[in-house]
């Protein structure tokens, strides 16, 4: 079927849609930088290109023709609970009546809706039965779940709730409800899963002591080498430059949990964690940022001038008082607001790369590394938070 992508952003939607087997016909992204990874990464030669929604007229939609599906992930900073919620009151909150705008001309078989979860009890969930009300008056019935991530193939937790309209009179089938393939039960024997290297650049064949392991998953045997690079595991952590971050009041996560739900805001990162008695060769409790350039580009925070066993007030981490760090064997008194920590080598902490965060979003690496030609970090960063997951897309654009 042939559908059109609104807030078409980076084309997680698109991508998705393209994988079950329809065809993109138009796209509208207000944003510059996220339509030049759109355009990296998709063929977009002879289609309708539009930019900002609110200046398309209805002529103009018109002449669009026939579309079997309008998808859009309409923007969801007026209802998400990381914003201020102000819904309709938000401008931003008022692009979905743009959506039903190209509805009411263009009548598509199926209305194909992506935002928070939030947005089903913003305001006591009014703004829901607003938006119920809204589809229902332009000839929609409609259906919805709310589905995470994590059960789709990638390890993040992102629930989103997605909605499908049915033009009224149309032979569609229903979609929902359905669960990813990890919710189920198998008696599929567990993978050794790696994560990543510890190396600047990973390379082909590198040595598999250098890996890093998830701990869902088996490691590789053991070998003669260990004493010289003990296992490593990963462990999610909200974004390392910004120690008082938290998300659902949480910084880090359990063992095998999922990496947190990706944001256009945060720098998300990992824990890698070695056996007790592994010196990581620093004095520091936190590494280097890794980025795309350098492994040694910023420096996330360093504990200046702390031995191995100091107590470290990460509130303050550079005072050399008590609010800040006092010698071993010794805590920083308790205050509320304040982190403590102990310097050790057990752990550090680095950044997740902006490719590991577009995978996390379940693209493939092809479309990062076009992306990557035209975009910058900062920006690579921001469109993987603001996208949709991949996968989780495919698997409701098969049942259309």
């Given at each position: 079927?042939?559908?059109?992508?609104?807030?078409a952003?980076?084309g997680?939607?698109?991508?998705?849609?393209?994988?079950?087997?329809?065809?993109?016909?138009?796209?509208?992204?207000i944003?510059?930088?996220?339509r030049r990874?759109?355009?990296?990464?998709h063929?977009?030669?002879?289609?309708?290109?539009?930019h900002?929604?609110t200046?398309?007229?209805?002529?103009?939609?018109?002449?669009?023709?026939?579309?079997?599906?309008?998808?859009?992930?309409?923007?969801?900073?007026?209802f998400s609970i990381?914003?201020?919620?102000?819904?309709?009151q938000d401008?931003?909150?008022?692009?979905?009546?743009e959506?039903?705008r190209?509805?009411?001309?263009?009548?598509p078989?199926?209305?194909?809706l992506?935002n928070?979860?939030?947005?089903?009890?913003?305001?006591?969930?009014?703004?829901?039965?607003?938006?119920?009300r809204?589809?229902?008056?332009c000839?929609y019935?409609?259906?919805?779940?709310?589905?995470n991530?994590?059960?789709?193939?990638?390890?993040?937790?992102?629930?989103?709730?997605?909605?499908i309209?049915?033009?009224r009179?149309?032979?569609?089938?229903?979609?929902f409800?359905?669960?990813?393939e990890s919710?189920?039960?198998?008696?599929?024997?567990?993978?050794?899963?790696?994560?990543?290297?510890?190396?600047?650049?990973?390379a082909?064949?590198?040595?598999?002591?250098?890996?890093v392991?998830d701990?869902?998953?088996?490691?590789?045997?053991?070998?003669?080498?260990?004493?010289?690079?003990?296992?490593?595991?990963?462990?999610p952590?909200?974004?390392?430059?910004?120690i008082?971050?938290r998300?659902?009041?949480?910084?880090?996560?359990?063992?095998?949990?999922?990496m947190?739900?990706?944001?256009?805001?945060?720098?998300h990162?990992?824990?890698?964690q070695k056996?007790?008695?592994?010196?990581?060769?620093?004095?520091?409790?936190?590494?280097?940022?890794?980025?795309?350039?350098?492994?040694?580009?910023?420096?996330?925070?360093?504990?200046?001038?702390?031995?191995?066993g100091?107590?470290?007030?990460?509130?303050?981490?550079?005072s050399?008082?008590?609010?800040?760090?006092?010698?071993?064997?010794?805590a920083?008194?308790?205050?509320?607001?304040?982190?403590?920590?102990?310097?050790?080598?057990?752990?550090?902490?680095?950044?997740?790369?902006?490719?590991?965060?577009?995978?996390?979003?379940?693209?493939?690496d092809?479309?990062?590394?076009?992306?990557?030609?035209?975009?910058?970090n900062?920006?690579?960063?921001?469109?993987?938070?603001?996208s949709?997951?991949?996968?989780?897309?495919?698997?409701i654009?098969?049942?259309?």
């Open positions: 079927m042939k559908f059109i992508d609104l807030f952003g980076i997680g939607f698109r991508l998705g849609m393209e994988r079950a087997g329809h065809e993109c016909i138009a796209f509208c992204e944003d510059k930088y996220a990874s759109y355009k990296a990464i063929d977009t030669e002879g289609e309708v290109e539009m900002d929604i200046t398309v007229s209805d002529e103009f939609i018109r002449g669009i023709g026939h579309t079997d599906i309008i998808c859009g992930g309409f923007p969801c900073q007026a990381a914003g201020k919620r102000r819904g309709f401008t931003r909150g008022t692009l979905f009546f959506i039903m190209f509805a009411s001309i263009l009548r078989r199926y209305l194909f992506e928070v979860k939030g947005l089903l009890n913003h305001e006591n969930g009014d703004t829901f039965e607003t938006i119920l809204a589809l229902d008056e000839g019935d409609v259906e919805w779940q709310v589905c991530s994590k059960y789709f193939g990638v390890p993040q937790n992102r629930e989103r709730v997605f909605i309209g049915h033009l009179g149309e032979r569609t089938r229903k979609v409800p359905f669960r990813g919710e189920c039960t198998n008696q599929e024997q567990p993978k050794i899963n790696i994560l990543g290297t510890t190396l600047q650049t990973e082909k064949g590198t040595n598999s002591r250098h890996w392991y701990t869902a998953g088996l490691m590789s045997c053991l070998d003669a080498t260990m004493y010289k690079q003990p296992k490593q595991i990963a462990i952590v909200l974004t390392p430059d910004r008082e971050k998300q659902n009041g949480r910084r880090f996560k359990e063992d095998g949990e999922e947190f739900t990706l944001t256009s805001q945060d720098r990162g990992v824990i890698i056996p007790r008695g592994y010196n990581l060769g620093g004095e520091h409790e936190i590494s280097p940022t890794v980025s795309s350039n350098s492994w040694q580009e910023n420096n996330l925070l360093k504990v200046k001038e702390a031995t191995i100091d107590s470290v007030n990460i509130s303050h981490p550079t050399k008082t008590r609010r800040g760090r006092v010698g071993k064997q010794l920083n008194t308790l205050l509320t607001g304040e982190e403590q920590a102990v310097v050790s080598t057990d752990f550090r902490i680095r950044k997740l790369t902006p490719l590991e965060c577009w995978r996390l979003q379940g693209f493939p092809w479309a990062f590394y076009k992306a990557a030609k035209v975009n910058s900062s920006q690579l960063y921001k469109q993987a938070g603001n949709v997951t991949v996968n989780v897309i495919e698997e654009a098969k049942r259309l």
